[in-house]
């Protein structure tokens, strides 16, 4: 998600009219990312990106944008909400959504299981009556008002009166209150008169006269939240389902949606409160065990080996997608996965080098190479970047020395020179720990920058800095200078920097860059006067040949790694709520907010960030870490870490994407540990016995096996099938420009001449070889789209409609079912 910014929001009613604002990104309604705040404007620009594995099904991707005020309260001016199946609409294009009025009947959400059955009922005196019984079983993820959540139902049989023409209601009959659940089972029946009895000689004549009275009878569900305040109980969703459909069988069961009431008094107009600009990338892809990607994924690991590149598979894929990031991502991961990354950029890399003409210009494109190159340095300089820059940078946003050396934008009661002075200690200290970093730099980046060099220099033999220019390139220009200008893109820090840290970090990454990139006339880089003033500071030998050192540390390919004087590695952090492992005697089992630490070494919580650990768990004694069911504490997003003795740490996250993200990266800390469990509890013991399997001994085994392993390579948890099938549907998408490169090809080889105007668009170096490789991605592509195909018609075949899976008033469903039945149509 790239969340841009909002304009027009309404003004604020105090003097001064501008706003405190932020957004927040949320699954229906639970809340997985946050914007910094944007203060004073009722323009708030954001500028953040989000990305985040889905970790379970939802129904709407909402945006909120919340207004904080003097007193810290935070209100709701508006949202934005995106039905799952309308996301594909909007795939990777900026719009602007007009924000909408948030009140109960626009946040529904969940859903309800019911069973009804009409019957026909002969009283004592011969008289036949219709009787509806109406079963409540269960919900399913109803909303949280106001952090809790004791839901009710009632149900009303509604019904047009005999003598006047409105709608006639019976009295509501209402369920118990379920305390704190959002997935309260309920299981009550409720019995309905819905005929008045007539003679029963007269059947036939009752049968005509009440059936069409029945089929204008409606029974209504509503969900409530029993509040303890006085404004009444909240709204949670209703259902209405005419009788017209028990003509067919007298009993029907199924799961619905819960929908919003229809208050058709919407007064306000939906343009009154503003609008916000987003642009969603949304992919859902179904993944096949391994066997059914052989065929694609053989053709694509080979490519490192196709003479020449630009024929092989991987390549292809560069040059028939619309954005070259778009192939980058699944291949990097993909070759990462099957350690065949650095032969495969070699390839593309010496290909692109014979195609450069001038030396200045080396890798300065957004080619497949820089692509790609940039994709790995994110995936496997992640760590790197922690261990060398993030100290620092905590730093410059923790004291927020001024560092402003723009004379025009110099604040009152600042001065220009010690500004300077602070910018040039900060710009010092993040060269010195960059250009002594080269010993860190992981290994599989260092043999990409060797053979850069190899093929730079080979190219361009009189050009004797080319061997560094090329690797400084990326290093210095591609990776840390951006990582310094927007820190929480790389996981440096959480949240956006405030603008003056912006500033200084931006004027930091400017002359990190210059530095780096060893051109001539350094000064003349820079089009404010400013920055060349401030750059003689740096124009001294020192530092020339502090950066050559460094490249030539990175790019030489005789670097041993320094494995054995390993730092600890922090892996995560963030606060989250645990629940007290009972180690004192007569310590409360209640549950506290820690601040949580994660390294490649221990698992640590402490009362707050900084503080000395109150509990540390070497990562040996990690020997599962599972998910928790909700109902064991009626908490959701808990998981449990199992320690020897079958001692546990039961923790709350903030939300399901945090939760998951902890869940992963501890499982792939503790994935090698010898003594690891093969079974758990999936709930807690308490009261005396486990509540999954009722056993009363608190040492008995698990009852569950534990979830199937991940890589134990902590950096790199990649998924070989799920980015083959990634590149799979890349290349369905772009069928047509795969057969016009076919069609290229058999033109190139006939006539190399004018004819080829139209294809000129793709890299061909050799016809044959090109035309070879598509023939085969063609079939693999053509086969695996036939098993998809298949696996929608099984599956088509054994979903029933008002499942659990796909509740009545599922519109993603029926749009697939109104596809289906238009396939099977045609191939009939």
Partial sequence: LSLGEAKNLPTYPGPNKMRDCYCTVNLDQEEVFRTKI????????????????????????????????VFRRDSIIGKVAIQKEDLQKYHNRDTWFQLQHVDADSEVQGKVHLELRLSEVITDTGVVCHKLATRVLECQGLPIVNGQCDPYATVTLAGPSRQVLHMQESE????????????????????FEVTRPSSYNKKSHFDIEDVDEVDKMEIRVDLWNASNLKFGDEFLGELRLPLKFLRQSSSYEAWYFLQPRDNGNKSLKPDDLGSLRLNVVYTEDHVFSSDYYSPLRDILLKSADVEPVSASAAHILGEVCREKQEAAIPLVRLFLHYGRIVPFISAIANAEVKRTQDPNTIFRGNSLTSKCIDETMKLAGMHYLQVTLKPIIDEICQVHKPCEIDPVKLKDGENLENNRENLRQYV??????????GVSCPTVMCDIF????????????????????????????????????SPNLFQLTPHHPDPQTSRTLTLISKTIQTLGSLSKSKSANFKESYMATFYDYFNEQKYADAVKNFLDLISSSGRRDHKSIEQPILLKEGFMIKRAQGRKRFGMKNFKKRWFRLTNHEFTYQKSKGDHPLCSIPIENILAVERLEEESFKMKNMFQVIQPERRVLYIQANNCVEAKDWIDILTKVSQCNKKRLTVYHPSAYLNGHWLCCKATADNTPGCTPCTGGLPANIQLDIDGDRETERIYSLFNLYMPKLEKMQEACGSKSVYDGPEEEEYSTFIIDDPKET??????????????????????????????????????????????????SEISAHSI
């Avoid at 070879?772 to 409609?801: N, P, S, W």
């Fill in 38 to 69: 944007v203060e004073k404007s009722l323009c708030p620009f954001y500028g953040e990106d989000f990305y985040c594995e889905i970790p379970r099904t939802f129904r709407h991707l909402s945006f909120y944008i919340f207004d904080r005020d």
């Fill in 771 to 820: 035309y070879k490789t598509l023939k085969l991605i063609i079939e693999g592509v053509g086969t695996l789209e036939q098993e998809h195909a298949q696996y929608k018609r099984d599956k088509f075949k054994k979903t029933k409609y008002g499942s659990q899976e796909h509740p009545i008033g599922d519109k993603s469903f029926q749009t697939y079912i109104r596809q289906q």
């Fill in 172 to 191: 509501a009959k209402k369920t118990k209150v379920k305390k704190k659940t959002n997935n309260p089972h309920f299981d009550e029946v409720f019995y």
């Fill in 428 to 437: 010092d200290r993040i060269f010195t720990v960059i250009t002594k970093s």
């Fill in 450 to 485: 060797f053979s850069l060099r190899e093929s730079a220099a080979k190219r361009f033999q009189g050009d004797l800095d080319v061997r560094y220019t090329a690797v400084s390139s990326f290093i210095f220009l591609r990776f840390f200078a951006p990582a310094i200008l």
